[in-house]
């Protein structure tokens, strides 16, 4: 499936960008290059940690953390997850969304 979050897709990747949410938002490993989810990965104001050419990027939101797993700075993302408090569930098109859009009001 295309990724939705272009609204362009860039020629320079090789093959097309695949979305890293299904139709019913929910996130699905098998993607490259979504733009929402490579917006949040490179985020200016993350911490991420290299083990062996794989990262886990890490970025702190309104009392939360937000947790991608990836391997080098390429187009897939392995793992997305929101850390709040005990509670450790899988991310979603929504949060992601939403968690983007704080990020960048906060930048104003």
């Known amino acids: 499936m295309e990724c939705r979050h272009w609204k362009k897709i860039p020629e320079s990747f090789g093959s097309k960008p695949r979305c890293a949410f299904d139709k019913k938002g929910r996130f699905n490993r098998n993607n490259w290059n979504c733009n929402l989810v490579a917006e949040l990965r490179e985020y200016?104001?993350?911490?991420?940690?290299?083990?062996?050419?794989?990262?886990?990027?890490?970025?702190?939101?309104?009392?939360?953390?937000?947790?991608?797993?990836?391997?080098?700075?390429r187009?897939?993302?392995?793992?997305?997850?929101?850390?709040?408090g005990e509670k450790l569930r899988r991310g979603t098109e929504k949060d992601a969304k939403e968690i983007l859009k704080e990020l960048k009001n906060k930048r104003c």
């Open 44 to 73: 200016e104001k993350r911490v991420q940690i290299w083990n062996d050419d794989n990262y886990l990027t890490v970025i702190r939101n309104n009392g939360v953390f937000v947790v991608f797993s990836h391997y080098k700075h």
């Open 75 to 84: 187009g897939k993302t392995d793992g997305f997850w929101i850390i709040d």
